[in-house]
């Protein structure tokens, strides 16, 4: 698991800083926070993101591109044919691209 804490001087920038983090897959955790001292106000909010079940989704997916590339390096995937390229090749680059979405 992640953990970040999220702080702004006024609330729009709060606001915004924390819809980010949501839109990025973070979790809210507890309640947000105003503290106030000699140098002002400032807010907080503690976020988190569960990072376990991307690990096995991250695995599965590479797992998926190491067959792919066995089976194009044993010579069971013709990849100089059109079709092998479209049924190979732009299937691993939407995995990778995949799992580069879940690890962002």
Excluded: P
């Excluded at 067959?67 to 069971?76: V, W």
């Excluded at 044919?81 to 879940?102: H, N, P, S, V, W």
Aim: proline share 0%.
């Amino acid at each position: 698991m992640k953990y970040k804490v999220i702080t702004a001087t006024n609330r729009n920038e709060f606001e915004s800083k924390v819809n980010e983090f949501l839109d990025l897959g973070w979790q809210l955790q507890g309640s947000h926070q105003l503290m106030t001292n000699t140098n002002g106000s400032f807010f907080s909010q503690t976020m988190v993101k569960d990072v376990l079940h991307i690990k096995d989704e991250a695995v599965e997916l590479l797992i998926g591109l190491k067959r792919d590339a066995e089976m194009a390096l044993s010579g069971e995937w013709d990849c100089s044919t059109m079709e092998g390229r479209e049924t190979g090749f732009e299937a691993q680059i939407y995995l990778i691209d995949k799992l580069l979405d879940k690890l962002k």
